[in-house]
């Protein structure tokens, strides 16, 4: 089972997506170069799992999103 990544730009429509994710178990969708939506086929694909590269994006992409005002701050 091969892992799909496309970017938000590249999805035309939820019908694409969802056969995307029924034949390859998931889809990742990206945003800004960064990973924002991952569709799943929950028959294939119950429990999510994740690279340690994946993990790491996942949690930076979150500590930055809640705490943009303080690094912009410091970024000055």
């Known amino acids: 089972m091969k892992k799909t990544v496309m970017t938000i730009n590249e999805v035309n429509n939820i019908k694409q997506l969802a056969e995307l994710a029924a034949e390859n178990g998931h889809v990742t969708i990206l945003q800004d170069d960064r990973p ?41």
């Open 36 to 76: 924002k939506l991952l569709v799943i086929d929950l028959d294939e694909e119950p429990q999510i799992e994740m690279s340690e590269d994946e993990k790491f994006d996942f949690v930076t992409s979150r500590i930055l999103r809640e705490h943009k005002a303080a690094f912009e701050a410091l970024a000055k």
